[in-house]
């Protein structure tokens, strides 16, 4: 069982930045991929971005792209969500999940091990 726990929301205005955090608490960590997933109010649950075990794949969805950034220290079992340029729709609950095997990382159900959520709210 892998325990994650996110951190790093909160209040920003439009055009600022955030570093979301996901901690884990297994030692193996460097052997899971990471995801980031968010969702707003009355949606769906929406990927954002994945990095695989080793760091060296990267997977964005559209709406990051060239705004955030996923990155891994695994001597911290932890991985990095560097937002910026923050936008309005962007406000969101931000989740991490890990899972040993991945084939597609947009998936949210190729996740095993879910975080609670960290609130992001970007005021315009």
């Known amino acids: 069982q892998v325990h ?44 954002v971005a994945a990095i695989s075990g080793s760091g060296r794949s990267t997977y964005y969805a559209d709406s990051g792209k060239g705004r955030f950034t996923i990155t891994r220290d695994n001597s911290r079992n932890t991985v990095y969500l560097q937002m910026n340029n923050l936008e309005p729709e962007d406000t969101a609950v931000y989740y991490c999940a890990a899972t040993l095997r991945i084939r597609d990382p947009n998936d949210q159900y190729e996740y095993d091990y879910w975080g609670q959520g960290t609130q992001v709210t970007v005021s315009s």
């Open 4 to 47: 994650v726990v996110e951190s790093g929301g909160g209040l920003v205005q439009a055009g600022g930045s955030l570093r979301l955090s996901c901690a884990a608490s297994e030692r193996a960590f460097s052997s899971y991929a990471v995801g980031w997933f968010r969702q707003a109010p009355g949606k769906e649950r929406d990927f």
